[in-house]
């Protein structure tokens, strides 16, 4: 099991972050968290990479910024709340907090870092890959808002994973990443909806998210 730690970010912001693993594991990874905040499943996909596959992990509380130790429920009015909370906090403070997160993984000795997010981490991996060059490879799980910055160029290998029945991400959304960067590895799982990776939301798609995974997983192990 993980532990509660806490960082600082160069902007002297002060928040929680969850980490797990072990500081001498192989590969170093940041998990940046949904809309909900950093939830029982945010953290369960943080012990399952650092017990199943070898990392070390943090997850940053990006939340603490606007509402210290906030995790909302997986229903409408925890998202109306999320969404409040994001439009308070800026880029730059997102940016800030998830390099924290790298700095604190370096001083471990990870030369390499890397970044997977979802849904709203989605977003920020996406930007923190192509507006820092703190990371070595990021991907994202059903990331709303990439295809209005995707004109900007990731400094890092990027995978990127939708869900093929999304009604927060249409199509046109992800063709307009596909055009826009040719060289970003795209999946569209069919079947699956918004969410289908976290097993407490009624989205959750097994086969996708076991697909999705594994993929990660692999382009993890390749660039880090």
């Known amino acids: 099991m993980g532990r509660l730690i806490s960082l600082t970010a160069s902007d002297t912001h002060h928040f929680s972050a969850y980490e797990a693993g072990e500081p001498s594991a192989k590969h170093a990874l940041v998990v940046v968290q949904e809309i909900f905040g950093l939830t ?8 399952e990479l650092a017990d199943r ?4 992990v943090v997850a940053p509380a990006l939340f603490d ?3 210290r130790d906030a995790v909302l429920p997986y229903d409408s009015e925890g998202m109306r ?3 409040a909370l994001r439009a308070r906090i800026s880029p730059d403070g997102l940016l800030a907090d998830v390099t924290a997160s790298a700095h604190a993984l370096n001083r471990h000795g990870h030369q390499k870092v890397g970044i997977l997010g979802f849904c709203w981490g989605g977003l920020v991996a996406w930007e923190a ?13 059903y990331g709303g808002g990439i295809a209005a910055v995707s004109h900007e160029k990731p400094h890092c290998p990027v995978q990127l994973h939708f869900g093929g029945e999304d009604d927060h ?4 959304d992800i063709n307009t990443v596909r055009e826009n960067r040719p060289e970003v590895e795209i999946f569209v799982y069919d079947e699956a909806g918004h969410g289908f990776g976290c097993d407490d939301r009624p989205s959750f798609n097994k086969g996708a998210r ?14 880090l």
């Open 65 to 67: 910024r606007e509402k």
């Open 129 to 141: 890959a192509t507006r820092t060059r703190e990371f070595a490879a990021a991907a994202a799980w």
């Open 53 to 56: 596959h070898g990392y070390h």
């Open 169 to 172: 991400i249409p199509h046109t």
């Open 40 to 47: 029982d499943h945010i953290r369960a996909v943080c012990d």
């Open 81 to 83: 709340e999320g969404l």
């Open 210 to 223: 076991d697909l999705a995974h594994e993929r990660s997983m692999t382009f993890f192990a390749s660039h």
